[in-house]
């Protein structure tokens, strides 16, 4: 069974740092893509970054390049995503998804974690 876990959301003043973790199980994501979304009320959900989607290795949306890094742990079977310099717009349910080779929309993705809250405080 594949299961995805989000961990290590939470408060944080803007201007801070968050690291989030996705522990993937059920099968080994090597160089399937893995991405992160989120979703604030009222929005529709927005890929944040993906590793290994498309024709890049990483990907980032414009709003989040320069602050978001993401990577991959591939001995613990993870992805981690390192927001630095929140604002109180990044504040939205965070998920972490894996889909096939070629992966790249919302409805590619096959399997997602539970998602997992980042709040930002001006």
């Known amino acids: 069974e594949v299961q995805l876990v989000e961990s290590g959301g939470g408060l944080v003043q803007a201007g801070g740092s968050l690291r989030l973790h996705c522990a993937v199980s059920g099968f080994t994501f090597d160089h399937k893509p893995i991405a992160w979304f989120r979703q604030a009320p009222g929005k529709e959900r927005e890929r944040v970054s993906c590793?290994?989607?498309?024709?890049?290795?990483?990907y980032y949306a414009d709003s989040v390049k320069g602050r978001f890094t993401i990577s991959s742990d591939n001995a613990k079977n993870s992805v981690i995503l390192q927001m630095n310099s929140l604002k109180p717009e990044d504040t939205a349910v965070y998920y972490c998804?894996?889909?096939?080779?070629?992966?790249?929309?919302?409805?590619?993705?096959?399997?997602w974690g539970q998602g997992i809250q980042v709040t930002v405080s001006s």
């Open positions: 590793i290994n989607c498309g024709d890049v290795q990483t």
């Open positions: 998804a894996s889909g096939p080779t070629g992966a790249t929309m919302a409805v590619d993705f096959q399997y």
